[in-house]
T-cell receptor, first 111, second 113 residues
Framework: SQKIEQNSEALNIQEGKTATLTCNYT??????LQWYRQDPGRGPVFLLL?????KEKRKERLKVTFDTTLKQSLFHITASQPADSATYLC??????????FGTGTSLTVIP | GAVVSQHPSRVICKSGTSVKIECRSL??????MFWYRQFPKQSLMLMAT?????????EQGVEKDKFLINHASLTLSTLTVTSAHPEDSSFYIC?????????FGQGTRLTVV
């Protein structure tokens, strides 16, 4: 079965620093990976999608990489702010037009 | 994108009663909707795929007689938790997918007492 793992359950960083979250997958490389943000008691919100043939993608202070050799995606938030505190989920496409989500990493940015 | 509205946002019910959760796709006709359950500090677990005009497809381990899904129109899917028990207390979220992106409802916090 296709697995997706986010190694860190929780990450605390100082405001202004760069947060780096990791997502690892098993077996074959998916056509793309996605990253979502989830705030407590809310549904996830889509942030970025990176395709298999893309090494890196950026959106404002966010950067995502896709390394098919390491079977890993990294999610970076530069110049982090307390408002960035949330749980971040990575996801890969699954069979039947579904997505399979990782367990998420809870990020806390300390002022 | 797509706008998904889920109702109610939270509900408390007595053990043994049934609860209905609605998921509406407001600006997109969705032939398929997805229902997830999320326990505290855990990821989204897909429960079932709701198919417009046909039976839902349930994931392994999900009781179809307990979690009734109806997808009668292209904009509405409902999840009914029948004979709810305290262990059914969880966060239920629906989603639609469009152009390789998932759009989620606000979620429903169900508490069974």
């Amino acid at each position: 079965s296709q697995k997706i793992e986010q190694n860190s359950e929780a990450l605390n960083i100082q405001e202004g620093k760069t947060a780096t979250l990791t997502c690892n997958y098993t077996n074959y490389s998916p056509a793309y990976l996605q990253w979502y943000r989830q705030d407590p008691g809310r549904g996830p919100v889509f942030l970025l999608l990176i395709r298999e043939n893309e090494k890196e993608k950026r959106k404002e202070r966010l950067k995502v990489t896709f390394d098919t050799t390491l079977k890993q995606s990294l999610f970076h938030i530069t110049a982090s702010q307390p408002a960035d505190s949330a749980t971040y989920l990575c996801a890969r496409p699954n069979t039947g037009n579904q997505f399979y989500f990782g367990t998420g990493t809870s990020l806390t940015v300390i002022p | 994108g797509a706008v998904v509205s889920q109702h109610p946002s939270r509900v408390i019910c007595k053990s043994g009663t049934s609860v209905k959760i609605e998921c509406r796709s407001l600006d997109f006709q969705a032939t398929t909707m997805f229902w997830y359950r999320q326990f505290p500090k855990q990821s989204l677990m897909l429960m079932a795929t709701s198919n417009e005009g046909s039976k839902a497809t349930y994931e392994q381990g999900v009781e179809k007689d307990k979690f009734l899904i109806n997808h009668a129109s292209l904009t509405l899917s409902t999840l009914t938790v029948t004979s709810a028990h305290p262990e059914d207390s969880s966060f239920y979220i629906c989603s639609v997918e469009r152009n390789t992106e998932a759009f989620f409802g606000q979620g429903t916090r169900l508490t069974v007492v």
